[in-house]
């Protein structure tokens, strides 16, 4: 008979027919006579109860069924007397796919803490909370794609290896095949690299954006959606040296086009998981934050409060709230000041708009009162910033004035700065922390426990 998943299962009302299950045993209690094993499959957050009698098959048979062990039945699917599912498997015959011994077995049935499981990452899909995360974190994939595609965007991929810093922060990861205990040197001392494999110096992409801008000016609207790379050394709650970004990337849009688009598709993203991952937000909720879903509802029902970064430091600065961090116009904010605006003071989300050209990157469009540029953030509760972007600078001489200014090296931009010489336009974009979302979404706390092998400091085991 064919595999039925336990979400099929559980919804089934064949009462009486043959089912095949396969799964991992979460729990196993019972008495002399019946043994009750709770099974998962990871196709939902509910268990299947296999109801067992002992008798059957024997107690030398079913004592390796414990915790952790992988198990396949054949049985037949009866109305449940319990409360907890309406529907349970009478055993007709099992196979033990592979044991898991108590004594070594890390993942008993007692709760464990979410610092524990970071230490077994490998093993940690198998509890509730991370196959609801893991779950969630896929349905979102799904729906950021659909979100896209439904509106005529193009899924546009760019390159993992560069040779360009996109935002120009110097924090990349460099990649190379050069001889590490030998490294080719030029006669002036500085690496020779041209015996790599590019012959040039390259790193791991900081952002897609670059390359995305040539895809908007060409194909209309894209987005990007890939890893990204960060070597800068944030051992915080909301940072990792691996995260996935959604890049869209825009022609003819304006920073309040780029600002609806945000807006919009957050919405969407928050909505479509209420629809479809409510399951496994009600656990997460239950468990770690019971606030949770009334912070997605107020998400949906409000309107993202903007205004510009100035504003945003004079309400800071007339607060009287004592920061770690003071803050005055010019200072980069922290996410301590995000938050004040948002949960204490607007009590919303808020989008930041025009900050000081001194903190933000080369290619955003230059504001007349050459101070500022038309960047924006989107501000979450308890998040901090969850998106960046901006309109770019789509002239040729003030984008190569703004390079020459922060002494970039044009070399490794050529392209993209001559991309404003050939039927040039404004265009508008963003960037979309994806574990940013999933910690929204989730109700998590720390990046680390909202993607499935977390890359921070000191962290690349497994
Ligand atoms: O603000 P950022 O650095 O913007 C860019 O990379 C632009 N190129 C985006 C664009 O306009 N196309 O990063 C965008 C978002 C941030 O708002 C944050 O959500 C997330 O990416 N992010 C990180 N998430 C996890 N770990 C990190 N180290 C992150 N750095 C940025
Ligand atoms: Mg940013």
């Known amino acids: 008979i064919k595999r039925t998943k336990i979400a099929d299962a559980l919804k089934s009302t064949d009462f009486g027919s043959e089912i095949n299950i396969k799964g991992w045993v979460r729990t196993r209690r019972g008495n002399k006579n019946v043994s009750f094993v709770a099974l998962n499959d990871g196709s939902t957050i509910n268990n299947l109860q296999i109801v067992i009698e002992n008798a059957k098959f024997g107690d030398e048979f079913l004592k390796p069924i414990t915790t952790g062990a992988c198990i396949n039945v054949n049985g037949v699917l009866v109305q449940s007397q319990g409360r907890e599912q309406s529907v349970e498997v009478q055993a007709v015959e099992i196979e033990i796919y592979g044991t898991a011994d108590p004594a070594t077995y890390p993942l008993q049935k007692k709760g464990h803490s979410l610092e524990f499981l970071r230490e077994i990452a490998h093993l940690r899909p198998r509890t509730n909370t991370f196959g609801a995360v893991f779950r969630i974190r896929h349905h979102m994939s799904y729906a950021i794609h659909n979100y896209f595609h439904e509106r005529g965007f193009y899924y546009f991929h760019t390159p993992i290896i560069t040779a360009s810093d996109a935002e120009g922060a110097g924090a990349m990861f460099e990649v190379t095949t050069l001889d590490l205990t030998n490294v080719p040197k030029k006669e002036d001392g500085t690496v020779d690299y041209s015996q790599d494999f590019f012959g040039r110096q390259t790193n791991l992409t900081v952002s897609g954006q670059l390359e995305g801008e040539l895809g908007a000016m060409s194909l209309g609207a ?155 953030d989107v501000l979450f509760p308890k998040i901090g910033e969850i998106i960046g972007g901006s309109e770019r600078e789509a002239d040729y001489d003030k984008l190569m004035k703004r390079v020459q200014e922060l002494g970039m090296s044009t070399e490794p931009i050529w392209w993209y700065l001559e991309s404003r010489k050939f039927g040039t336009a404004p265009h508008s974009g963003f960037g979309l922390g994806f574990e940013r979302l999933m910690l929204f979404v989730t109700g998590m706390t720390n990046i680390r426990d909202v993607i499935p092998f977390p890359r921070t400091p000191n962290n690349a085991d497994f």
Not at 257 to 273: Q, S, T, V
Not at 286 to 295: I, P
Request: charged residues 30%; hydrophobic residues 35%; negative net charge.
């Open 222 to 376: 894209i987005y990007t959606f890939g890893p990204t790379f960060r070597a800068e050394n944030s051992n915080t709650p909301r940072h990792l040296a691996e995260f996935w970004m959604i890049e869209p990337e825009v022609a003819f849009n304006d920073i309040t086009d780029n600002m609806d688009l945000a807006e919009d598709f957050l919405k969407y993203l928050i909505r479509y998981a209420l629809e479809n991952c409510k399951e496994d937000i009600d656990f997460l909720a239950k468990m770690y934050d019971n606030e949770l879903l009334d912070r997605l509802q107020f998400v949906l029902n409000n309107k993202f409060v903007r205004l510009t970064y100035t504003e945003g430091i004079d309400i800071l600065e007339k607060s009287g709230h004592k920061f770690e961090y003071p803050v005055h116009w010019g200072t980069d904010l922290q996410a301590e000041h995000e938050r004040y605006l948002v949960e204490k003071h607007f009590k919303c989300p808020v989008i930041l708009t025009d900050y000081p050209k001194e903190i933000k990157s080369f290619y955003m469009k230059q504001n007349d009162d050459g101070k500022t540029v038309r960047a924006m």
